[in-house]
């Protein structure tokens, strides 16, 4: 179907990377295209991902954890696409807060610095979150929804931040724990 130009990329959405290797190696030897963009829940906040899954025994293979990221970094080949980069409105809306998975101990001091950048760059929390993305080590394409023409502008304006190194530095810092 690539060939045919019916399919321009192919992808894959929350498979672990060795399942991603193994299929790309099986494709070169047959002499077919690859895998050239992978999809995963891929957010600001980190969250549990150890835990049994629907789609795993082994824990949530669906989020961007170190074994894909790593080997993201390794073939810039690969694309990555962040769904539910904005985790349905979580950073924001009260109504719709951040669920259990993501109650790690690092998660209030990551927030507090989501917030102080946002508040520095002149940006919304959400904004400052998918510049985050497009930018970082690991850059992603944000997958985001949108239920208003104003939601969409807001997202479309984060193509605009740039965050500044130091910026950078201080989201990804881990904050102290806190005394158990």
Known sequence: ?????AVGLLGASNHRAWRVERARALAAAAGLPGYEV???????????????????????????????ASYLRAEPGLTLVAYSPLVKGGY??????????????????????????AAETGATVNQVVLAWLMG??????????????????ESLEAVELELTAAQ????????????T
Do not use: C, F, N, W
């Open 136 to 153: 970082g080590e690991t850059p992603a394409i944000p997958l985001v929804g949108a239920s208003s023409v104003a939601q969409l502008d």
């Open 38 to 68: 992978l999809q995963y829940h891929h957010t600001y906040l980190g969250r549990h991902t150890d835990l049994p899954s629907e789609l795993d025994p082994d824990g949530d293979p669906g989020s961007l954890g170190g074994d894909v």
């Open 92 to 117: 924001t809306r009260a109504d719709k807060p951040l669920g259990p998975e993501y109650d790690l101990p690092s998660a209030p001091g990551r927030l507090a610095a989501l917030r102080e950048v």
């Open 1 to 5: 179907m690539v060939a045919e130009g």
């Open 168 to 179: 950078r530095e201080r989201l990804q810092a881990l904050p102290p724990s806190s005394p």
